[in-house]
């Protein structure tokens, strides 16, 4: 089953605290300041961490990088090991030709070199004979010299990519000890936010000790008349609702999930009506995800992840990225969730069993399955529309 479900954010808790505070006034002060604080840390540490996480899938791109290049630049090292002892082989091979050229030609069968010049029957003899000897002199010695050279560029280019392995090498230990630090340093923030969110919720569990008559039941958050009261609200109400609010809604429009622009408003009431979702669950999900009933200047992303549609804990669907389609696919949710329910299911929320008494409730801990985030759904649905459970 799908989960719309995201991290706990600033807005659901000062949301939730705003809500206590009205129906008890004498909770002003330390706590929500409190939670704020723990709330802001909690969220800087979150930013950090996949800040790390992006560092961390780049220093393992850089790691497996420089392991192919040392790879290639140790198979270039040992074949320029094979060239150098090549060239040392033609070299000597090359200066054993040229002794043995000399042998034939000074110390020869047929007569010395002497002889040869000195048995010449005329002077153009002579002078070809001498010329002969001295080509083959030279030929032979440049022979030498090149396969001397040859010898020489072989071992330097060795010698150079041995540097260059060498580097490389070294390359490699620095970007593996990067990992291992940015992998500290990730599991460092990770039991930073654990920590966080265990000191958030302690004191969300106090301020929630301050609650409307009634008291509050995991079991039974919202009936399934007010969960499904399509008709509650038509366009105008909701625009009406939406001006009279702090936050920007009123006046905003955008995509909706098929592209045409339109009033948030409009794609309120036109999601409710597919989906057979109360206006008011809708609104209510816009405040406890992103705080937009109130918040005069929610940042982009708040609007593109509205409803916390598709924001799980450990994963991000971007399918469902835009305020359009937070609007629609977060009814569409709110609905398909609550098939699965009957009499008598039970749930684990946050270590606790918890015993939904309709396909609403389910819904709504299917959607968000923490205690905090539907305790807040609850306490501002009281805020704006009185008991859920009436």
Same mark, same amino acid.
């Given at each position: 089953?799908?989960?719309?479900?995201?991290?706990?954010?600033?807005?659901?808790?000062?949301?939730?605290?705003?809500?206590?505070?009205?129906?008890?006034?004498?909770?002003?002060? /330390?706590?929500?300041?409190?939670?704020?604080?723990?709330?802001?840390?909690?969220?800087?540490?979150?930013?950090?961490?996949?800040?790390?996480?992006?560092?961390?899938?780049?220093?393992?791109? $850089?790691?497996?990088?420089?392991?192919?290049?040392?790879?290639? /630049?140790?198979?270039?090292?040992?074949?320029?090991?094979?060239?150098?002892?090549? /060239?040392?082989?033609?070299? $000597?091979?090359?200066?054993?030709?040229? $002794?043995?050229?000399?042998?034939?030609?000074?110390?020869?069968?047929?007569?010395?070199?002497?002889?040869?010049?000195?048995?010449?029957?005329?002077?153009?003899?002579?002078?070809?004979?001498?010329?002969?000897?001295?080509?083959?002199?030279?030929?032979?010695?440049?022979?030498?010299?090149?396969?001397?050279?040859?010898?020489?560029?072989?071992?330097?280019?060795?010698?150079?990519?041995?540097?260059?392995?060498?580097?490389?090498?070294?390359?490699?230990?620095?970007?593996?000890?990067?990992?291992?630090?940015?992998?500290?340093?990730?599991?460092?923030?990770?039991?930073?936010?654990?920590?966080?969110?265990?000191?958030?919720?302690?004191?969300?569990?106090?301020?929630?000790?301050?609650?409307?008559?009634?008291?509050?039941?995991?079991?039974?958050?919202?009936?399934?008349?007010?969960?499904?009261?399509?008709?509650?609200?038509?366009?105008?109400?909701?625009?009406?609702?939406?001006?009279?609010?702090?936050?920007?809604?009123?006046?905003?429009?955008?995509?909706?999930?098929?592209?045409?622009?339109?009033?948030?408003?409009?794609?309120?009431?036109?999601?409710?009506?597919?989906?057979?979702?109360?206006?008011?669950?809708?609104?209510?999900?816009?405040?406890? $995800?992103?705080?937009?009933?109130?918040?005069?200047?929610?940042?982009?992303?708040?609007?593109?992840?509205?409803?916390?549609?598709?924001?799980?804990?450990?994963?991000?669907?971007?399918?469902?990225?835009?305020?359009?389609?937070?609007?629609?696919?977060?009814?569409?949710?709110?609905?398909?969730?609550? /098939?699965?329910?009957?009499?008598?299911?039970?749930?684990?929320?946050?270590?606790?069993?918890?015993?939904?008494?309709?396909?609403?409730?389910?819904?709504?801990?299917?959607?968000?399955?923490?205690?905090?985030?539907?305790?807040?759904?609850?306490?501002?649905?009281?805020?704006?529309?009185?008991?859920?459970?009436?």
């Amino acid at each position: 089953m799908f989960r719309c479900v995201r991290h706990a954010r600033l807005g659901m808790v000062a949301t939730v605290l705003l809500v206590a505070l009205i129906f008890m006034p004498s909770l002003a002060g /330390a706590v929500p300041s409190a939670i704020d604080a723990k709330q802001a840390e909690k969220d800087a540490a979150v930013a950090e961490s996949e800040a790390l996480q992006t560092r961390l899938t780049a220093q393992i791109a $850089e790691y497996v990088d420089i392991a192919q290049r040392l790879e290639v /630049a140790r198979l270039e090292v040992t074949e320029a090991g094979m060239r150098v002892v090549e /060239a040392d082989a033609d070299l $000597e091979r090359s200066k054993a030709t040229l $002794e043995q050229r000399i042998g034939q030609i000074y110390r020869g069968a047929n007569g010395d070199a002497l002889e040869m010049i000195f048995t010449a029957g005329s002077v153009q003899d002579l002078l070809d004979r001498m010329n002969y000897i001295v080509i083959v002199g030279r030929y032979d010695n440049r022979l030498v010299e090149e396969m001397r050279i040859a010898k020489q560029q072989a071992a330097w280019e060795q010698r150079t990519l041995e540097e260059r392995a060498s580097r490389l090498a070294e390359m490699q230990v620095l970007a593996d000890a990067k990992r291992v630090e940015i992998e500290a340093a990730i599991d460092d923030q990770q039991a930073r936010i654990a920590e966080l969110d265990a000191d958030i919720a302690a004191l969300v569990r106090a301020s929630m000790s301050f609650v409307p008559d009634g008291g509050f039941s995991p079991h039974t958050v919202i009936t399934d008349a007010n969960f499904r009261d399509v008709d509650s609200m038509s366009e105008q109400d909701v625009q009406n609702f939406l001006n009279a609010q702090s936050g920007t809604l009123g006046g905003y429009s955008a995509p909706d999930h098929a592209g045409v622009r339109k009033s948030t408003a409009k794609m309120i009431v036109e999601a409710a009506r597919q989906w057979r979702i109360s206006p008011k669950v809708i609104l209510v999900t816009l405040q406890k $995800e992103q705080s937009l009933l109130s918040d005069p200047t929610p940042s982009q992303r708040a609007l593109d992840w509205a409803m916390g549609c598709g924001k799980a804990d450990s994963f991000t669907n971007y399918e469902y990225q835009g305020f359009g389609n937070q609007i629609w696919d977060g009814a569409r949710v709110l609905d398909k969730n609550a /098939a699965p329910w009957r009499a008598g299911i039970e749930m684990t929320i946050d270590g606790t069993a918890v015993f939904p008494t309709n396909a609403s409730t389910y819904s709504l801990f299917k959607y968000t399955p923490h205690l905090r985030g539907t305790t807040s759904f609850w306490m501002i649905y009281w805020r704006y529309f009185g008991d859920p459970l009436y």
